[in-house]
């Protein structure tokens, strides 16, 4: 099982970007899904998280920005981003538990920048 994340990128700020991520091999069964980021010199940090029937968590810093959707027939969770900030620079990280395994994807960068 893989998780393969895309979408990632330079942006100015207040600008959008819309992550993507895929969960590809031998898949069972999908439960909660998200989105994590790591800014440098900082701990990886919760951005946003959805369950299986579609309830979505947000951290503070991103409420009324950022939206978390997934497709449970393409077995993909994406992450609109808007009204981007220099702050939200970081490589971003898909996560999913996936056959009640716990999986990361590579990073994605984000870098929010005039």
């Known amino acids: 099982v893989q998780l393969q994340a895309s979408g990632g990128g330079l942006v100015q700020p207040g600008g959008s970007l819309r992550p993507s991520c895929a969960a590809a091999g031998s898949i069972f069964s999908i439960n909660d899904m998200g989105w994590y980021r790591q800014a440098p010199g900082k701990q990886r940090e919760l951005v946003a998280a959805i369950t299986g029937g579609g309830s979505s968590n947000y951290a503070g810093p991103v409420k009324g920005r950022f939206t978390i959707s997934r497709d449970n027939s393409r077995n993909t969770v994406n992450l609109q981003m808007n009204s981007l900030k220099p702050e939200d620079t970081a490589v971003y990280y898909c996560?999913?538990?996936?056959?009640?395994?716990?999986?990361w994807g590579e990073g994605t960068l984000v870098t929010v920048s005039s």
């Open positions: 996560n999913g538990v996936i056959n009640k395994i716990n999986y």
